[in-house]
């Protein structure tokens, strides 16, 4: 251990162990989980981030050894630690440059955010020396002073490869298409068990593999064309789950992106349709129903059974206003007749 901390005070990394692990130190190869409460602050102690408390919620830090994380220095002080151990490193600038665009990652993430907001548009060292904010002040003042910082480190668990499941985001982009098929099959599976919200999901989960890839090509190239023709019918299943959620508004915004691309889509159209005459946009649903018989005119009696639907609907709408109407004006008192004395 004492060979450990002198490598470490080598590299500009201070250990202090807080409180002592169990077990033996492992291995850590590369595709080791590894599971992690984190604290950083500047060496004055002001507290910048924690992972118990960020986004109102306490949600561990979990890794991939090997994965290439932004923050190298996190893998180098995990690998000394034993499960359950708390430990304290200060760890000079040189290791810590990169902290301010990763904590801005981390704090998107914990709002619900997209992790990549507010950086799509350099890379990392670029923008570490420009000004560009990074939409916090505490990391705008960082970025501008590289400074060493400490990080209280809790090692919560440590999983060996293969005894768990990756997360999309930690997955090869061959790893990841290979497990979209998978995933559809699990959202159809789902969908006819009548589990729709967990259907969604799988759908979801499956659409943004894809598009992750997409992102990589250029679109209407060969490759970016062939994801595309995978996400379609996956939106498609993920717009019938919203359908059913009663989500119309998302169902005619996803149908009307498939239909710009590809305009003989029966599909898109008809489910479109469904939407449209749910929020009461008649001249729309009818448009769509129209295309629908045009594109498939086989799906004549399930237009038929929509429009007759509809066409009720609309009936008992206006019948409903009109009562209310009626009501309104057969309830009014009649104004009072000043009378003079």
Known sequence: MEEEARKLVEEGIVKK?????????SSFPNGTKVVFHYRTSLCDGTLLDDSRTMGGRSKPME??????????????VIITMRQG????????????????????????????????????????????????????????????NPQALVFTIELLEVLPPGSFQLDVWAMTDQEKLELVPQMHEEGNSLFKQGKIAEATEKYYNGIACLKNLQMKEHPGDEAWIKLDLMITPL???????????????????????????????????????????????????????????????????????????????????????????????????????????
């Open 235 to 341: 939106l498609l299943n993920y717009c019938q789950c919203k359908l059913l959620q009663a989500q119309y508004y998302e169902v005619i915004e996803h149908c009307t992106s498939l239909v710009f691309k590809y305009e003989d889509n029966v599909k898109a159209y008809y489910k479109r349709a469904k939407a449209h005459a749910a929020v009461w946009n008649e001249a729309e649903a009818r448009a769509d129903f129209t295309k629908v018989l045009e594109l498939d005119p086989s799906l004549g009696p399930s237009v038929a059974k929509e429009l007759r639907a509809m066409e009720e609907r609309i009936r008992n709408k206006e019948k409903e206003e009109k009562g209310r109407y009626k009501g309104l004006f057969n309830n009014s008192t009649p104004p009072a007749t000043a009378t003079t004395g």
């Open 17 to 25: 162990l807080v409180s002592p692990g169990k077990g033996e130190l």
């Open 85 to 144: 151990e708390i430990a304290e490193f200060t760890c000079d600038n040189k290791h810590t440059a990169l902290y301010p665009l990763v904590s801005q990652s981390l704090r998107n993430i914990s709002v619900g955010k997209d992790p990549l907001e507010g950086q799509r548009h350099c890379c990392g060292i670029a923008q570490i020396h420009s000004h560009h904010s990074l939409g916090h002040k505490d990391l705008d003042h960082l970025q501008a």
């Open 63 to 76: 890794l991939i050894l090997g994965k290439k994380f932004k923050l190298a220095v996190w893998e180098r």
